[in-house]
């Protein structure tokens, strides 16, 4: 099997995150029977040392990606294993910071796809679904590398997420709000509550700054398990002390040190994430890990997490960032008024269709001074005359509203009539952020024909 053969493999699978199923997934993954009896099949891989595991609505990937940072700033070899992915499906399975090659993703494939044929024939478990088995590659490549840590990325939700067959040292929670209520829940408590269902017996868990229902949630959950509760935001302090286009100096401070740790990520939310990877550290080193202070310093100083308020290119400078809802639409304009100096703002966005792209339109609509409307490759994505009429509802001027049924050409209308002091936000939706990046570095990207809108083919 070679990579184009894994990867044909793969797509036959059943994909929740590229589809929008008739039923919520919910209600018909029951329980983690399935992705148990598969990694029962291959003996266990998930069995791993050192796991720490995030859940969360926002910030989960950037804060995982900042605690494995740190680890492999320690000197620990590390895996990590996020989504969705950017470009390549081999971003989702990292060794050491680095995608595994073609050639072992390949290995790894046809590894899994043998346990997953006697688990489809298995009257008790079932064919895998797409997450499943990239969740069974992740934990057999991590088996195989041996590796001291494995940062492991909650897919959706928590309790019935396939990821949640480990026994961490550490559970994360990041901040939960109001998103997949189709699968989670309807409020906040409820969605909390779901997340919280990767706290483990006796297992430590960090917990960054709730809304009260959501930290009610996760505390009885602690209490219920005997969990050993870090609630980041009575256990630290943390502030923006400089921020400029590069990045930001934080102040964080802990009932244990105090560190000012230069993050070259944007948005002063990433600074609540950075106090909860230190808290994370920190609970590590509680439990015997060595994690000295100059390490958390270097990992949160190297870390890399693109397509989240990345600035891609300057004169004029375009910023790509993977927002998907209001809160988030809200929190990129400003932080970008207040750290990137520009004298107009053109807003490429493009949207899923079973977002609130209304929400987020209004928002944006109040700030930009042009915007084109642009349709990814993805099968979610909203058409882009259907972008164009809820500017047109939202009262944006038509004179400033244009469209295309590409990212790139989008991205390349935006420059043309922009002046070397003006702004390119590039938003949305992560698939097209993801090909903003693509475009402007020259990133050649994975295409999936068979997964293109009909009218894109």
Known sequence: MDYQDAISRLLSLVDHERSVPALPRQKRIYDLRNVQLLLDRMGSPHRLPGIVHVAGTKGKGSTAAMVESILRAAGHSTGFYSSPHLHTFRERIRINGEPVSPGRFARLTEAVWLHHIANAADPDAGPATLFEFLTAMAFLAFAESQTDFNVIEVGLGGRLDATNVVTPAVSVITPVSLDHTAILGDTIGEIAADKAGIIKPGIPVVASPQFPDAMLAIRAAATAQSAPLVAVADASAWSVDSVSADGQRLIIQTRR??????????????????????????????????????????GLGSVEWPARLEVLVRNPTIVADGAHNDHSISTVLQT?????????????????????????????????DRVIAARSRHPRSLRESEIVGEFLGAGFKKVALSESNNVADAIGSAVADADADDLVLVTGSLFVAAEAREAVLGIEPETYPDLLPPDLR
């Open 257 to 298: 040190d105090v560190y000012h740790p230069i993050v070259p990520i944007l948005g002063d939310f990433q600074a609540t994430n950075a106090a909860v990877a230190v808290a994370v550290a920190e609970t590590l080193a509680d439990r015997g890990w060595d994690i000295p202070k100059d390490a958390i310093l270097g």
């Open 336 to 368: 970008l008024q207040a750290s990137v100096p520009h004298r107009r703002l053109t807003v490429v966005a493009g949207f899923s269709r079973d977002k609130r792209v209304s929400a987020m339109v209004d928002l944006i609509a109040k700030r930009a």
